[in-house]
């Protein structure tokens, strides 16, 4: 089996759900927007929502979908940077437990955390401490890939860390000269808008496998999803456009596979995506048509936005893994 090793902001999800939208006006955070906060916004944030149901769930875009393709029973590896505290524990044994190999690097900054508001809709929102994630370097990267990056076949990176040139350069760089296909998930339109002639270059120079919502897919090109879809395939072997309850588009070698959703009552989308992105790239390192992989994505996502969180339960999982593979 081909092996897969992410990088990313290794965070623990604060999940939070309100029932006022016009909370987030308040809170100054666009709806749908990943916004970079400091400790103390972190911290005020917390304290306005201090009388609100929280729950605690290990995250980060790329660790999602590491950790979903753990629990398909792929061969994974996750680098980031965690503190030297309980959370960071917490992360690193949720990690272990779905039997990814983590080659994380400890701080005496504490662990990041990303404090996840979600809406009646389903909606959610992000106030982002990177915390010790942002420790995360091309210096650090050089000195782990050259005894890491050889043994695995695909690298997947979160659009998070574009903010970062100098990081995510390197460790594309590293990747393809280790032979590694690079999936990229674009993460958040915001992230797209504020990076696009950097995130253009880094795609059309190393990019294998792009995933991008449909706000992704037009901020990055200026098209609807069906026409952006074929732009950004000029540049990707494999373009995959995600449009929410239309389901997902996707293009490799000229051929356009139209993926469907599966019924569901959703409760919260968050790690939608990054599950999607699991599922995809569990088919794709098996050989599977593209259609069968957006399928496997489809499923994933599907059953993710009916739990609270990115991570389901064990029970629901075997339910997937069988669905998955029959």
Not at 52 to 58: E, G, I, K
Not at 123 to 146: D, K, M, P, W, Y
Request: net charge negative; hydrophobic share 40%.
């Amino acid at each position: 089996m081909k092996k897969i090793l992410g990088i990313g902001n290794a965070l623990v999800d604060i999940l939070i759900r309100i029932e006022q939208e016009s909370l987030l006006e308040q809170l100054n955070l666009p709806k749908g927007s990943m916004q970079l906060v400091n400790k103390l916004r972190s911290d005020e944030i917390l304290m306005t929502l201090k009388d609100v149901p929280q729950s605690l769930a290990a995250g980060g875009s790329a660790a999602n979908t590491i950790h979903g393709l753990g629990m398909l029973g792929a061969s994974t590896g996750y680098i980031g940077v965690i503190g030297r505290d309980e959370l960071g524990q917490s992360f690193e044994k949720d990690m272990r437990d779905a039997g990814v190999t983590p080659f994380l690097i400890q701080s005496d900054t504490e662990t990041g955390r990303a404090i996840t508001l979600i809406t009646p809709d389903s909606e959610r929102t992000f106030a982002t401490f990177l915390g010790a994630a942002v420790e995360l370097s091309a210096s650090g990267i050089r000195h782990l890939a050259s005894g890491i990056f050889p043994n695995y076949n695909y690298l997947h990176i979160e659009g998070y860390l574009v903010q970062n040139h100098e990081l995510i350069r390197t460790a594309l760089e590293l990747a393809k000269a280790n032979g590694l296909l690079v999936s990229l998930d674009m993460a958040s339109y915001n992230v797209v808008e504020a990076n696009l002639d950097f995130l253009t270059e880094m795609v059309k120079k190393y990019v294998d496998i792009l995933f991008a919502n449909e706000e992704e897919a037009q901020v990055f090109t200026g098209y609807e999803p069906g026409q952006a879809l074929h732009h950004i395939s000029q540049y990707c072997e494999v373009a995959v456009v995600k449009t929410g309850k239309n389901g997902s588009l996707v293009k490799s070698k000229e051929v356009v596979s139209e993926i469907g959703i599966i019924p569901v009552n959703p409760i919260d989308t968050t790690g939608a995506g990054d599950l999607y992105a699991a599922g995809f790239l569990y088919g794709h390192s098996l050989g599977w048509p593209m259609q069968q992989c957006g399928e496997a994505g489809a499923l994933l996502a599907g059953n993710i936005i009916e739990e609270i969180g990115a991570k389901m339960p064990e029970t629901r999982w075997e339910t997937v893994r069988k669905m998955v593979t029959r």
